[in-house]
C-alpha cells in the first residue's frame, strides 16, 4: 500500500480539547504507511473576501499544508 499524508484540522484550540484527544486516537490507530500533519488554525484572521488577493501568511501556509497532503481529516463538535 502507497505512503499517505493526512492534513489533519482540529476544530477547537483548547489546550485540553476532546476533538484533540480524538485527533490524537486516530493517529494512533492508523496503519503504519500514514502520516499526519496536524495543521495550525488559531493564527488564521476571520474571512474577508476584500483580501482575497493579498492573504495573511498563516492562511497561505495553511492552504500549503493542505495542498500537499493527500486527504483532510476534520475533527470539530
Wanted: glycine share 2%; no cysteine; aromatic share 6%.
Amino acid at each position: 500500500m502507497a505512503d499517505m499524508q493526512i492534513a489533519v484540522i482540529v476544530g477547537s484550540l483548547r489546550k485540553e480539547s476532546l476533538n484533540r484527544h480524538l485527533a490524537d486516537a486516530i493517529v494512533k490507530m492508523a496503519p503504519s504507511n500514514v502520516t499526519f500533519q496536524f495543521v495550525e488554525i488559531g493564527n488564521l484572521p476571520l474571512y474577508n473576501q476584500d483580501d482575497d488577493e493579498r492573504q495573511a501568511e498563516s492562511v497561505r501556509k495553511l492552504k500549503a499544508e493542505i495542498y500537499q497532503s493527500d486527504a483532510v481529516l476534520f475533527v470539530a463538535p
